[in-house]
T-cell receptor, first 116, second 109 residues
Framework: DVKVTQSSRYLVKRTGEKVFLECVQD?????MFWYRQDPGLGLRLIYF???????EKGDIPEGYSVSREKKERFSLILESASTNQTSMYLC???????????????FGDGTRLSIL | SQQGEEDPQALSIQEGENATMNCSYK?????LQWYRQNSGRGLVHLIL?????REKHSGRLRVTLDTSKKSSSLLITASRAADTASYFC?????????FGTGTKLQVIP
């Protein structure tokens, strides 16, 4: 089974801090994603990556950056945390082979981040 | 704006009853997926239906897709208390998957 591991289940940080959320997958997936989930808004895509050192902006990239130095690891960075970034953050990965389209995403259990 | 919109937002049924959730979307898609999320956990993929398919089954799950109406439904038959969760549809277009806001299902024992 695919395993996507997020480094923390719960995290509390202060306004203005630089925050790192880490995600590791063990299935050699090309694609990795970061979402935030807020009540009534569903999942919104922050950034995604389809290869090492590649990144694409999602729907709400402002205030965030990402890093993908190794295929299995995708980091989300809050450059200067603000209270409106308090949310549940979900990481996902998927296979991207052209010979096997329509692949599902596999999710980690999420990091509930509170910015005080 | 969100591509997929689920209906209803919340659903409460008795164990053994069937649960039906609907999803509407706005633009053309390659496929539509349904996911389940237990409280405090990540999403788990349930079933994928391609744009050229009309119906798909997996155990107690039945998914339909009507591309002319841009809508899909998820039917869970003979529900169990363990089916209590939030259910999300996700539409995949060109290089992008967009999730809806979800239906919260409660199955009462």
């Amino acid at each position: 089974d695919v395993k996507v591991t997020q480094s923390s289940r719960y995290l509390v940080k202060r306004t203005g801090e630089k925050v790192f959320l880490e995600c590791v997958q063990d299935m050699d997936h090309e694609n990795m994603f970061w979402y935030r989930q807020d009540p009534g808004l569903g999942l919104r895509l922050i950034y995604f990556s389809y290869d090492v050192k590649m990144k694409e902006k999602g729907d709400i990239p402002e205030g965030y950056s990402v890093s993908r130095e190794k295929k299995e690891r995708f980091s989300l960075i809050l450059e200067s945390a603000s209270t409106n970034q308090t949310s549940m953050y979900l990481c996902a990965s998927s296979f991207a082979g052209v010979s096997a389209p329509n692949q599902p995403q596999h999710f980690g259990d999420g990091t509930r981040l509170s910015i005080l | 704006s969100q591509q997929g919109e689920e209906d209803p937002q919340a659903l409460s049924i008795q164990e053994g009853e069937n649960a039906t959730m609907n999803c509407s979307y706005k633009t053309s898609i390659n496929n539509l997926q349904w996911y389940r999320q237990n409280s405090g956990r990540g999403l788990v993929h349930l079933i994928l239906i391609r744009s050229n398919e009309r119906e798909k089954h997996s155990g107690r799950l039945r998914v339909t897709l009507d591309t002319s109406k841009k809508s899909s439904s998820l039917l869970i038959t003979a529900s169990r208390a363990a089916d209590t969760a939030s259910y999300f549809c996700a539409t995949e277009g060109y290089q992008k998957v967009t999730f809806g806001t979800g239906t919260k299902l409660q199955v009462i024992p």
